[in-house]
């Protein structure tokens, strides 16, 4: 799996109700990713954020109330580009499409990443209010395209459909979370490999 940008995710409201206006989103988001891997959450500034994307503080004040706020969404818009239900890989077998999803990174992209991953772990230790959102950006979308790939796989009798698929489906996006956030380490492919063919793939045909 990886963290490139890609596009935002579909339209939603903020946790306050607003309508976002997507216009200059992506370059805030982004820029959010930047600063967090140089400086750190506690280093960052809503400021910081603002002159990076070159956008006036009142656009970015508008639609973020607080810079966890602007974490989060940025977090969901880095991990929604590679698993956008819209474009899922459809190898033909469930294993071939799990493994399919995963993406390799540089080892400049990996330890950029593991740095904005550090700065998400210091979020939620110190913004508990955050955790949840946290983990709706960082696991629900891979959980969500894992649960699509499942449920093709009942539907062309790979598996049955008594499978616990929906607690399945979170079981390597909950793995790899916790790789980076508590681990501190790259979630490789020879550990999805075990994940896939160790636990997953025997625990469906149970």
């Known amino acids: 799996m990886t963290d ?10 903020g946790r306050t109700g607003r309508k976002r206006d997507h216009t200059r989103d992506a ?25 990076r994307a070159k956008a006036g ?4 004040y508008r639609r973020w109330s607080s810079k966890g706020e602007l974490v989060v969404d940025a977090i969901a818009r880095m991990k929604y580009s590679k698993a956008d239900a819209g474009n899922l890989p ?3 077998t469930l294993r071939g499409d799990l493994l399919a999803l995963y993406r390799p990174q540089t080892i400049e992209e990996g330890e950029r990443t593991l ?32 649960l699509a ?4 796989a009942v539907d062309r009798g790979e ?18 979370a916790y790789c980076a956030l ?5 979630f490789d492919r020879e550990f999805l490999v075990t994940l896939v063919d160790g636990v997953i793939m025997p625990a469906l045909h149970l």
């Not at 370059?27 to 954020?49: H, P, Q």
Request: hydrophobic share 45%.
């Open 90 to 92: 459809d190898t033909g």
């Open 115 to 146: 740095r904005i991953m550090t700065a998400l772990a210091s979020m939620i230790s110190t913004e508990h209010t955050f955790a949840e959102a946290a983990d709706t950006a960082l696991v629900k979308p891979w959980a969500d395209a894992h």
């Open 27 to 51: 370059k805030i988001l982004d820029a959010t990713l930047d600063v967090l891997a140089e400086v750190g959450y506690s280093g960052m500034t809503m400021d910081m954020v603002a002159a």
């Open 57 to 60: 503080k009142a656009t970015v």
């Open 4 to 13: 490139d940008d890609g596009p935002s995710p579909p339209e939603q409201t």
């Open 149 to 152: 790939f499942m449920r093709r």
């Open 182 to 186: 508590v681990q501190r380490r790259p």
């Open 159 to 176: 598996i049955p459909a008594t499978a616990d698929i929906e607690t399945l489906s979170r079981v390597v996006p909950t793995m790899a």
